[in-house]
């Protein structure tokens, strides 16, 4: 019976292990474990003793902390290109210039959205920022320039539509 990678959530310390798979054709994979163990406070609630596992292989980590630290990190780097490809304009073009405006556009607005949060939407408590992430989702952000856009006669493909504002169309 193959061992399970669920056991390292049973640790007590924080440590270093190995885990080995196999395959139907009997073929090995080995990765190294780095196990987290500790007490860590998500946004807004209170610290609770938690596990957390991370497999890795290539290169030797220089402490637990430090792998915790940089997958933290990594995650909010790929939250930040999921949400930019979210505001990304969606075009057929293969002008690079033109692509590359729509890509900072999507950043821009990813950043106004967190600069909303810091400054207007965040809430201060005994000297630590609270985010309030739920007040503005990025998404409803988003839909609501989409309105505003289309109300001002902005029409999804980008260009304003002729026959809309009472002309003809070329």
Request: contains cysteine.
């Amino acid at each position: 019976m193959p061992v399970s990678v669920w056991r390292f959530f049973a640790w007590k310390r924080s440590g270093w292990s190995e885990h080995r798979w196999r395959d139907e054709e009997g073929r090995f994979a080995t990765v190294a474990i780095c196990v987290v163990h500790g007490s860590f406070a998500k946004r807004g609630k209170p610290r609770r003793t938690q596990t957390l596992v991370y497999a890795y292989w290539g290169f030797g980590p220089r402490s637990c902390a430090w792998v915790r630290e940089t997958c933290r990190l990594r995650f909010a780097i790929e939250t930040t290109y999921r949400q930019m490809n979210q505001a990304r304009i969606r075009t057929c073009t293969r002008d690079p210039l033109l692509r590359l405006l729509f890509v900072g556009l999507a950043l821009i607005l990813r950043n106004v959205w967190v600069w909303l949060h810091l400054m207007c939407l965040a809430v201060s408590h005994r000297g630590r920022v609270e985010l309030r992430l739920e007040r503005l989702r990025f998404r409803r952000l988003l839909v609501w320039l989409q309105h505003y856009a289309e109300r001002r006669g902005l029409r999804q493909g980008g260009a304003e539509s002729g026959a809309a504002n009472g002309r003809k169309a070329p």
